[in-house]
């Protein structure tokens, strides 16, 4: 950890001692490994200012969230937009209450096929995390390109199931020909010269989609006072790392990543998937709707975006802070 980094979390220590540290509140996250969740992850080293204490738990997906939130072991989570949707449709508690990153995805291909769109997929084997955004967004480009697509052969495209972790080796390895990926992964695929771009996948109706940040109604309704300054913690932590990149890069590259990932790594990731707050009830339901269109998530009953998308927290949060 550096001399700048170990500083600015001292003095949110320091400024929880002031009074604050003391608070017994304690709320339970639920958080991704990837660059464009850095914000909410950063949310626990300032929390004491906020008056609250966070304790962070690191998933391998959303849906992983969704499960734990369930299971009653969160208060909130970080998820992308479809584990949230696809864990509202499947009996999660929850509320959608801040958006906290845009975008986020890439379609990668290895450099010597020289695949330049999409259409050139035909006969390929891509790879993609099942569930994911990525592959809703996957499947919306598909069609948009009249392509169909399925995990056994036969169809214009085979698709292979890997987690995020998983997929960059298997790119490299040559076991796939394209991926749709996550960032930082897909940044560094670009970097170490294993991949290049074919397209960032945002001209589907979904455009970029939107991370979401939820609560479980519990959460939301009965510990009103907390998830207040939970929420103003949320802004106060992106507000900087949107303020303050090299804050943002040194805490998401040293603390998240142990130094895995490169400057390029980060900063490119980031203007792929930049932090920001907000989320609508609109932009979800079209999420909702394309996941039903491309049989993602396979829901019997989708949940309709105005019963469980709440922003009241966000635009307090928000104009106690000026930011509206």
């Known amino acids: 950890m550096t001399k700048l980094l170990r500083s600015i979390l001292v003095i949110g ?8 540290a003391g608070a017994s509140e304690v709320v339970r996250l639920g958080n991704l490994k990837f660059a464009h969740f850095g914000a909410v992850s950063y949310i626990k080293e300032i929390a004491p200012t906020c008056g609250i204490r966070v304790e962070e738990k ?12 369930i299971a009653g072991e969160l208060d909130v989570g970080a998820t992308a ?111 170490k010269g294993y991949g290049v771009e074919v397209l960032k996948p945002y001209g589907t109706p979904i455009g970029e989609p939107v991370r979401t940040l939820v609560m479980t109604e519990k959460f939301y309704r009965e510990q009103r006072p907390v998830a207040e300054k939970f929420m103003r913690c949320f802004v106060e932590a992106t507000r900087t790392f949107i303020d303050h990149p090299a804050v943002a890069e040194k805490y998401v590259r040293e603390v998240m990543f142990k130094n895995q990932i490169t400057s390029d790594d980060f900063r490119d990731a980031i203007r792929n998937s930049p932090y920001s707050f907000t989320i609508t009830p609109e932009h979800i339901q079209v999420t909702t709707d394309i996941m039903v269109k491309t049989g993602v ?14 922003t009241d927290l966000l635009e307090a949060a928000m104009g106690s802070l000026k930011l509206r």
């Not at 220590?13 to 604050?20: I, K, M, P, R, W």
């Not at 690191?58 to 939130?69: C, S, T």
């Not at 829901?299 to 105005?306: G, I, K, L, Q, Y």
């Open 297 to 310: 998530g396979r829901m019997a009953r989708p949940p309709r975006a105005r019963d469980w998308v709440r």
């Open 58 to 69: 690191v998933f391998p997906k959303g849906l992983d969230v969704m499960q734990a939130i």
């Open 81 to 191: 937009s479809e584990a949230a949707i696809s864990g509202r449709a499947g009996g999660a508690p929850i509320v959608a209450v801040a958006g906290f990153a845009r975008g986020g995805a890439r379609l990668v291909a290895r450099p010597e096929l020289k695949i330049r769109s999409v259409a050139q997929l035909k006969g390929k084997r891509v790879g993609v995390t099942r569930g994911a955004i990525q592959e809703v967004l996957l499947m919306a480009e598909l069609a948009r390109h009249g392509l169909t697509a399925d995990a056994v052969p036969g169809k214009d495209v085979q698709l292979v199931f890997l987690s995020y972790a998983d997929l960059n080796g298997a790119l490299l390895g040559r076991q796939i020909d394209a991926m749709m990926q996550s960032e930082p992964q897909s940044s560094q695929a670009i970097n």
């Open 13 to 20: 220590s320091l400024l929880g001692a002031c009074g604050l």
